[in-house]
């Protein structure tokens, strides 16, 4: 099975700052990797697919970037929105999810 | 509007069952591979569950034996049937939607609780 392990776990931040996330995983996923954002309460929402494509309607402050073994998350200019938990994924071999990144107000 | 709607949870003894069901309107079901992830209070996703368009599933290995995953594309629908339920099950469960190879999980329904518990 492929683990997926994001890092941090929790980060605090301002309205404003850059972010990075970063997930690695047990083994290469090529570039079959998603990022989620989940607010308390709610259904995922996806962000990025093949590590860097945007979805549809996700504004331009996140981009993806990575393949292989280690992705990054990145929103540029952190706004009152964003503050949620982060979820990468990788789907080369079924499917996993990180453990999940708490963005939270600084 | 693309919408996935989850109903069947409930609370359940250990050892007993419950059949979740998803229904799904807005898009061309039939082309989507479906899934069912989960989630225990304060914790993590977890996939669950998957069946391909041509009817093939796939399980993660702690329901392996115990859930089954089926779909009933002139219904609209997904189904995940739950037996020999643990309290280990205890979580929300999403069905979730892909628009074939290559791309994530882009249509999430909101999630049904599911409780196992004597």
């Known amino acids: 099975d492929i683990q997926m392990t994001q890092s941090p776990s929790t980060l605090s931040a301002s309205v404003g700052d850059r972010v990075t996330i970063t997930c690695r995983a047990s083994q290469s996923v090529s570039s079959w990797l998603a990022w989620y954002q989940q607010k308390p309460g709610k259904a995922p929402k996806l962000l990025i697919y093949k590590a860097s494509t945007l979805e549809s309607g996700v504004p331009s402050r996140f981009s993806g970037s990575g393949s292989g073994t280690e992705f990054t998350l990145t929103i540029s200019s952190l706004q009152p929105d964003d503050f949620a938990t982060y979820y990468c994924q990788q789907y080369s071999s079924y499917w996993t999810f990180g453990q999940g990144t708490k963005v939270e107000i600084k | 509007e693309v919408q996935l709607v989850e109903s069947g949870g409930g609370l359940v003894q250990p050892g007993g069952s419950l059949r979740l069901s998803c229904a799904a309107s807005g898009f061309i079901f039939s082309n989507y591979d479906m899934h069912w992830v989960r989630q225990a209070t304060g914790k993590g996703l977890e996939w669950v569950s998957a069946?391909?368009?041509?009817?093939?599933?796939y399980y993660r290995g702690s329901v392996k034996g115990r859930f089954t995953i089926s779909r009933e594309n002139a219904k609209n629908s997904l189904y995940l049937q739950m037996n020999s339920l643990r309290a280990g099950d205890t979580a929300v469960y999403y069905c979730?939607?892909?628009?074939?190879?290559?791309?994530?999980?882009?249509?999430w329904g909101q999630g049904t609780m599911v409780t196992v518990s004597s």
């Open positions: 069946i391909g368009t041509a009817g093939d599933t």
């Open positions: 979730a939607g892909k628009p074939g190879y290559g791309y994530a999980f882009d249509i």
